[in-house]
């Protein structure tokens, strides 16, 4: 394979610039003509397709968000969009694409590598929402964002013993939650993957202010319902007031870690790696420190599972 090329697609993430060197620099170490995809696949069909060399990828290892940009695309979806993306790739003689991106995007690559187009994907979203990896790019600096946020609302929260609600991005996955959570000793967790009663919350609040504790932080994934709600219900409950705190998109933004630079730079390798050898319809991801690999079709269908005993454990240590 002598021409391949990259994009990134859906919500952006720390840690996609990292994996974009590195597809364009591994691509080069082998000779490879390495191609850089502007707006995800809007700009895939439209033909917004340059060459990139080694110098085009410098000094983004550390900035945020994509330099490639990223869309998202209905026409994308349908058949005849994804064969006018091929037969963009296929004009430049492109052979092999790496797409980087979530669950999404991932469906698009899918789509493309059934219709006889080398695609790997590497996962890109701060959700950590992806079955067959452990960690997603982009997860590590969204929860260290979310942590120093908490650690800031902390200090307000102990200088005016007050409780905080803190909504943090998770609509279907509460690990930004719970990692922030139990790393910054919030006293609740909440996490769309467990049911939790408002009089357990508010119960914990309650016993916490008979030991004397007078300020405390609750952790809400946006996927569970609006803090300004469980703010709402605390008050009705147990007659606490409550200020709140929506983190929104500060959460999609900022350096990327050393974890998640490392990672991406893994992953982009690596995706290169699988697509000189041919293979395609895959994702690359990362299981106990190893860079591995897995089928479209088992990423999509494995549960992606939150860690309980992690969650427990929180309960636990925020008596
Ligand atoms: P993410 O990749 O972050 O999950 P989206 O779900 O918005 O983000 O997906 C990004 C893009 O991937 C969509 O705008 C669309 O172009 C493409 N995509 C999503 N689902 C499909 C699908 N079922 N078939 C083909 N393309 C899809």
Redo the contacts with the bound molecule.
Sequence with gaps: MQKIAVLT???DAPGMNAAVRAVVRRGISYGMEVYGIYH??EGLMQGQITLMDAGSVGDIIQRGGTILHS????E??TDAG?QKGIAELRRKGIEGLVVI????????AQ?LSDKGFSTIGIPG?IDNDISGTEMTLGFDTAVNTVLEAIDKIRDTATSHERIFVVEVMGRHCGDIALWAGLSGGAESILIPEVNVEINDVTHRLLEGNKRGKKHSIIIVAEGVCPASEIAQRIKEEAGLDTRVTVLGHVQRGGSPSAFDRMLGSRLGAKAVDLLREGQSGKMVGIQRNRITEVDFADVFTIENDIDLDMYELSKTLSI
């Design positions: 697609s859906g919500g995800g696949y869309s998202r695309s209905e994308f979806k994804q991106g979530g669950d999404g995007s991932f469906r698009g789509k979203t």
